[in-house]
């Protein structure tokens, strides 16, 4: 890219940005600046680097996503009261499980469970549980160990969980997988997390370590890829929203895990949210879903 182009890379900027794909669009930014130096580019770059702050540090990042979904579950009124009323009853989760059963990334999930059939299975960033108790309620043979850096999501995944071979556990997967002794588990997966991380070598690194030899990973990643059409209009920032900051592509799931025993990569497809601006057109949007033996 000609980095004395101003229009070509303000706009290459922001279709980072829409992808998902802060780390890239401000190394552009500041690589642009140091070519040529435009207030512009100091603009992008601090904006940039202000929605990437609870990157800084493990704490950071924990306070972040903490924050982050204690205000989205903080609102009170009839429909939150008519919720824990449902959860209270039971209705709330046998509602999730049968819902989250017939989604492609579970069924491929499930897949995998029929085949391994392990004892125990790790969730790596459980969020509030709706994967992991789905599992453990069609699966009752089995055990579900889940992670997550939110004590809010641990606390509602807790409230909704009624089944005795599922344990939520608080932290983060690369702190929290040192609690179980190495080899503890058959599977573990992770489902819209590696894009969130800061490492995506060190979490799959802990991942991997808790898993018997062979043991199966699998785990579902964002597909984002977009063209542009058109002049892309700013993109705005949620205020204090911790977001992606990486996406993945085909060839670099292929190129990183492919290498692996048992490699499976699926492409699932998804709606566009209608968040997106006209002149952003997909190439491939939903998820990929990728599995393979440690």
């Given amino acids: 890219m000609n980095l004395h182009d101003r229009d070509a890379v303000i706009q290459r900027i922001r279709l980072e940005l829409y992808r998902g794909n802060p780390r890239v669009a401000l190394r552009l930014a500041e ?16 904006r940039i680097r202000k929605s990437l ?44 499980v049968a819902r989250n059963a017939r989604k492609p990334e579970v069924q491929l999930l499930e897949r ?31 055990r579900v160990d889940a ?30 997988a040192r609690a179980f002794p190495a080899g503890s588990f058959d599977l573990a997966y992770s489902f819209d997390v590696l894009e969130h991380v800061s490492d995506v070598d060190e979490v799959m690194a802990a991942i991997v370590r808790l898993l018997r030899p062979a043991g199966r990973v699998c785990f579902a990643v964002p597909m984002h890829e977009f063209v542009a059409t058109g ?30 025993d048992g490699f499976v990569l699926q492409r699932i497809a998804g709606e566009l949210p209608e968040k997106y601006p006209e002149h952003l057109r997909p190439v491939a949007f939903g998820s990929y879903f990728v599995a393979f033996s440690a």
């Fill in 112 to 142: 995998e469970v029929l085949a391994v059939e392990p004892a125990r299975v790790f969730d790596a960033g459980c969020g509030e549980g709706r994967v992991a108790l789905t599992i453990a309620a069609r699966h009752p043979e089995l």
């Fill in 147 to 176: 992670v997550d850096v939110s004590p809010t999501n641990i606390r509602i995944a807790s409230k909704l969980n009624r089944f005795p071979n599922c344990a939520f556990h608080l932290g983060l997967i690369e702190e929290v």
């Fill in 53 to 96: 702050a609870h990157m800084e540090n493990p704490a950071a990042y924990a306070r972040a996503y903490e924050r982050y979904y204690r205000r989205l579950r903080a609102r009170f009124g009839f429909k939150r009261l008519e919720k824990e009323i449902r959860i209270l009853l039971g209705r709330k989760t046998a509602k999730m």
């Fill in 231 to 260: 002049p892309l209009p700013e993109f705005t920032f949620e205020d204090e929203a911790p977001g992606h900051v990486r996406v993945f592509t085909e060839e670099e799931l292929r190129a990183r895990f492919g290498g692996h």
């Fill in 31 to 46: 690589d642009a600046q140091a070519a040529d130096p435009r207030p512009e580019y100091a603009v992008q770059a601090e």
